[in-house]
């Protein structure tokens, strides 16, 4: 079917400019066909099925709007963690910052670097899941990125990782406009850990493709906030393998536009997916999650928890699917969105959907929106609390769920006193 021309123009503004990165035979052949495929999709408007609940002309402005850079005077989320940083420099990979990628006991190389040679196990990853990622639904900032991404790294974990790699993601250009690609390869009985903090730009188009073979284990932790004109739009791929653990967790504190996109495909038996996020918004702040999960394998689990914290005009949106296909018998599939409205100009919006062609499986999901409970904030009024400290100890109640799904109890610590801080300075009453 043809594309409406208004939606052809559109899409040709945004790729006015648009030059592909050089690179060996095997990454050139890769950006191209992302580029055809934007074309043939067509950057999305409200009317499209996926994106009526967000806006995505900011994402279409040819320049990046500008975002004030932020200090928010307080030591980077992990930074107690003992990792190796890989720090990004709106999008530009800092070696003199970062620490030596051999520490993390993987293989570990710059995409820039990686795109150049004729020969790397990077070539039978990059855009591969992302192209499939496009079925049923289209996500065409996911194809503009493998075709314009000049920075990332490539990890390929073959045994246990010594310790987590952190991407640590620095701002300091008010109008930077950053596509960034990252490929995570985990070999059969390997594991890693891969944690991502920073505002990385005033708008930010990230890709993630993640391959957990048989036995892997993946766990990925995310943190975003800080500068709070930020726009960004990210995505992660997941293919896994029999037996395979994949765990992603998300917390967004401020942003006026954030979108975050997780497209996972069981593909071996007996594996499991959990993706969970927090978020925590005031004023204005536009918080997407977008989630399909294909079971299309036996005695697969998957989760989905999300808590959001609204206030003061925050909108909070959730998207999220579960299809098991024929013959993904036993399978176990669980979704949860949730919001929590502190005032009545927040607004939440979701979409839940469960699509089933196998009659063997236990799959459930739910969505509410709702005002603190009165009765237990009374409650604790009535034991000295002011209402203030009150409703924090209801909200962060409220979101331990999704906090719950983070594995490693010292990176959940720092988390949960993140989430403190921000409530103690937007409290009200």
């Given at each position: 079917m043809a594309l409406p021309e208004a939606r052809i123009d559109a899409t040709e503004a945004r790729l006015a400019g648009v030059s592909l990165p050089k690179g060996a035979a095997w990454a050139a052949k890769a950006r191209e066909a992302a580029l055809a495929r934007v074309r043939a999709m067509g950057l999305p408007t409200r009317r499209d099925e996926y994106w009526k609940f967000t806006r995505p002309d900011d994402l279409l402005l040819p320049e990046a709007p500008a975002a004030a850079l932020f200090d928010p005077n307080e030591k980077p989320v992990f930074s107690e963690i003992d990792r190796?940083?890989?720090?990004?420099?709106?999008?530009?990979?800092?070696?003199?910052?970062?620490?030596?990628?051999?520490?993390?006991?993987?293989?570990?190389?710059?995409?820039?670097?990686?795109?150049e040679m004729d020969v790397h196990w990077a070539s039978g990853l990059y855009g591969v899941l992302e192209a499939?990622?496009?079925?049923?639904?289209?996500?065409?900032?996911?194809?503009?990125?493998?075709?314009?991404?000049?920075?990332?790294?490539?990890?390929?974990?073959?045994?246990?990782?010594?310790?987590?790699?952190?991407?640590?993601?620095?701002?300091?250009?008010?109008?930077?406009?950053?596509?960034?690609?990252?490929?995570?390869?985990?070999?059969?009985?390997?594991?890693?850990?891969?944690?991502?903090?920073?505002?990385?730009?005033?708008?930010?188009?990230?890709?993630?493709?993640?391959?957990?073979?048989?036995?892997g284990t993946f766990h990925h932790i995310r943190t975003q906030g800080r500068d709070h004109e930020r726009r960004a739009v990210t995505h992660i791929f997941a293919r896994l393998g029999e037996g395979s653990i994949f765990k992603s967790f998300t917390m967004t504190a401020n942003g006026i536009l954030t979108r975050n996109e997780a497209v996972v495909t069981f593909t071996g038996d007996n594996a499991v997916a959990h993706i969970a996020g927090a978020a925590l918004g005031d004023g204005d702040f536009h918080h997407d999650d977008t989630v399909f999960v294909t079971h299309d394998a036996v005695a697969c689990e998957s989760r989905q928890v999300f808590k959001k914290v609204l206030r003061n005009g925050a909108v909070g949106t959730f998207q999220g699917k579960i299809l098991v296909r024929q013959g993904a018998q036993k399978t176990d599939g669980y979704q949860i969105s949730q919001a929590l409205l502190l005032d009545e100009d927040a607004q939440f919006l979701a979409k839940p959907e469960l699509e089933i062609y196998a009659d063997d499986v236990a799959c459930s999901h739910g969505s509410t929106s709702g005002a603190i409970d009165e009765t237990a904030l009374f409650y604790l009024r009535?034991?000295?609390l002011p209402r203030a400290e009150a409703q924090d100890l209801l909200v962060l109640a409220f979101l331990a769920e999704a906090i719950e799904e983070i594995d490693d109890e010292a990176i959940a610590a720092d988390i949960l006193s993140r989430l403190e801080g921000w409530l103690s300075r937007h409290r009200k009453g």
């Open positions: 190796v940083k890989l720090v990004f420099r709106d999008g530009v990979f800092d070696p003199a910052a970062s620490d030596d990628p051999v520490e993390a006991g993987l293989e570990i190389a710059r995409l820039a670097e990686v795109t499939e990622g496009h079925d049923p639904v289209p996500r065409p900032f996911a194809a503009l990125n493998t075709a314009t991404a000049t920075d990332g790294v490539a990890i390929r974990a073959t045994a246990k990782a010594r310790r987590p790699v952190s991407l640590v993601y620095l701002h300091e250009n008010e109008t930077s406009d950053v596509a960034m690609h990252f490929l995570v390869k985990v070999e059969a009985g390997a594991e890693v850990t891969v944690l991502e903090n920073g505002p990385a730009a005033a708008r930010f188009n990230k890709v993630m493709e993640v391959d957990v073979a048989d036995g009535s034991r000295g």
